[in-house]
């Protein structure tokens, strides 16, 4: 359950949070508020994936399988 919950923040972090931060000013890095905000999302997607990888059961029990067959 938790992994799906992680797995929905991007989705909804840009979706629904563009049209909340939808202005040009401030400008940040040189970007529109908005170009900031999805540059963000994008991301912080890439973390969130990395961190579901790490705590998905399924890729553990794949890592152990390997070991097991290596000589």
């Known amino acids: 359950m938790l992994l799906r ?4 923040l991007p989705f909804i972090g840009i979706l629904f949070g563009v049209p909340f931060v939808n202005r040009v000013e401030p400008l940040m890095l040189g970007m529109p508020f908005v170009l900031a ?3 963000m999302w994008v991301v912080l997607s890439a973390i969130i994936m990395g961190i579901i990888y790490r705590l998905d059961p399924s890729n553990r029990q794949l890592a ?4 097991e067959a290596r000589p």
């Open 37 to 39: 905000w999805i540059v």
């Open 64 to 67: 152990a399988d390997g070991e």
């Open 5 to 8: 919950v992680l797995a929905a």
